[in-house]
Structures are given as structure tokens and as C-alpha cells.
């Protein structure tokens, strides 16, 4: 298993042990499944979820098959250069996961999937942020996991209750389903959104907010700093085009967050 190879390196057990930063390189195929949990496992061994001191990037290179970055701790970083399968982030638990396409690309990375279906699921921390578009039921069971994609399948945000979700692309039906906490915010470029939404819980308004306005920007900004993704620039380049043409999805339980009420709101419900 590929994650035995990398625990057996003496400079990662010693980062481990010692708590100090290391990154490794490392190339992948799409049999090795679970990259990552276990080298997550071995650091919540010894320090428990959060304990870890020191830092660990990994950077992989190629195709690599499900579950990649399951169970992910604070302190990890995991770079990917090329694409992944299915549960991307599947439990992560806190540190960062970022996948964008190969150098020698030449496609358009906002229009292709990079990552598969049911990425985030039951994620209680940590950030994804992927160059490209993800499968379907995305951040489904999220918690408290944070992501950028750049478009997605059906069913995204499927009994999502807490964390944030950035979609800067088109999404497909059923947005929202059983979504109980967390906010996301939907980048609609043709007006079809709406008619994607699951209005049995959430409702969807525009991003009114300064401090939901600053959340998003500061996601975006930090999904272009890592990933290099020529949308997320291009939308921060153009800020007051770009900010009107988002939804902001909102659950019963965020109504009242300073994301979700606009300072005009929030002035309305105050005066006596």
C-alpha cells in the first residue's frame, strides 16, 4: 500500500516524531485508494485529531483512485496534480487537499471534472480546493468542512449541516436536499440556478452581507493561490461583475449568521 511506502521513508517518520515541516513527492496511479489515511493515523496515534506540531505536505503526481485524503489532520497538506476518483476528503478532519490538472494540460480546467463523486463526505474540518468540477452529491454529510469547485453533479450539498461550500460553476438538481447547516454560495452565470434547488429547507437569496461577501471573496482568493485556477482570478479581477451573479443558500439555522443577514437587515430587526 502506498501510504506504507511513504511511512516507511525515515525523513517522514522522523518529521512525524520530531514535529517538523517535510514534504515529499510522490507519484500515484488509480489502484492506490486511501491515500493518506493511514499516514493520518499514525500522526492521531501518537498526537491525537489535533496534537501534531509539525507539518507534512505530500505532492503526488497522476490519477489516483477513491477515498484520496480520507480522514486528513491538521498539519497535512496533500498537493495533486492530475485527477482523483470518488470520496475525496471522505472524514477529513482539518488540514488541506489540493487537486488541480497536469502542467501539460491544455484543457480548460473550469469545464472538466477533476474529481469524482461523493468527495467530502462527512468532512468534520479541513479545505478542498479542486480545479475543476466535482461529481455528484458533493460535501454531502459535510459538517465542518470548507471547498471551491469549480462546478458539480447532481445533489450537491446533500444533508449538508454545517461548513462552506464555493461552487464557481453550474451545478446539477436536487441543490440542498435535506441541507440543515452550513452555508454555500453558487456562481450562476445563465440564470439556471434557482430551478436546481431542493426548497424543502433551504432558501436562496443573494450574498448581501459584508461579512458573507469577505467569506466568499477570501475562499475564492485562497482557491486561486492554490490551485492557480485561471476562473477564480478571472472572477477576483472582476469582483463587482462577478459578486451579483452569486446565490447564497441558506438553512433555517444560518438565517441569523452575520454571513446571512445584510447590515440593512440586520438594522430593520434592531430598531425598536
Not at 496515534?45 to 505532492?59: S, V
Not at 452581507?209 to 467569506?215: A, H, L
Amino acid at each position: 500500500m502506498l501510504d506504507d511506502e511513504i511511512l516507511a521513508d525515515p525523513a517522514v517518520q522522523a518529521a512525524i516524531q520530531n514535529q517538523t515541516s517535510l514534504t515529499k513527492t510522490v507519484g500515484v496511479v488509480n489502484t492506490d485508494r486511501s491515500v493518506g489515511a493511514r499516514v493520518a493515523g499514525a500522526i492521531a496515534k501518537q498526537y491525537g485529531d489535533t496534537g501534531f506540531a509539525g507539518h507534512l505536505t505530500l505532492e503526488f503526481r497522476g490519477s489516483v483512485g477513491q477515498s484520496f485524503g480520507a480522514f486528513n489532520l491538521p498539519g497535512m497538506t496533500l498537493k495533486l496534480e492530475g485527477e482523483a476518483n470518488d470520496y475525496v476528503g471522505k472524514g477529513m478532519h482539518g488540514g488541506e487537499i489540493i487537486i488541480k490538472p497536469s502542467t501539460a494540460a491544455t484543457f480548460d480546467a473550469a469545464s472538466n471534472v477533476i474529481v469524482g463523486n461523493t468527495c467530502l463526505y462527512g468532512a468534520t474540518g479541513g479545505t478542498l480546493f479542486a480545479s475543476g468540477q466535482a461529481g455528484e452529491r458533493f460535501a454531502v454529510r459535510n459538517s465542518l468542512g470548507r471547498a471551491v469547485i469549480e462546478g458539480a453533479g447532481d445533489h450537491c450539498c446533500e444533508y449538508m449541516t454545517g461548513g462552506v461550500i464555493v461552487v464557481l460553476g453550474r451545478v446539477g438538481r436536487n441543490v440542498g436536499a435535506g441541507m440543515t447547516g452550513g452555508l454555500a454560495y453558487f456562481l450562476d452565470e445563465d440564470g439556471s440556478f434557482p430551478s436546481k434547488v431542493n426548497p424543502e429547507i433551504i432558501k436562496i437569496q443573494r450574498v448581501t452581507s459584508p461579512v458573507g461577501e469577505q467569506q466568499l471573496k477570501d475562499l475564492i482568493a485562497a482557491h486561486a493561490d492554490r490551485t492557480g485556477s485561471a476562473k477564480a482570478k478571472h472572477i477576483l479581477a472582476n469582483w463587482a461583475t462577478y459578486l451579483p451573479q452569486f446565490w447564497q443558500a441558506v438553512p433555517p439555522s444560518e438565517a441569523n449568521s452575520p454571513e446571512a443577514v445584510s447590515a440593512e437587515d440586520k438594522v430593520l430587526t434592531t430598531t425598536p
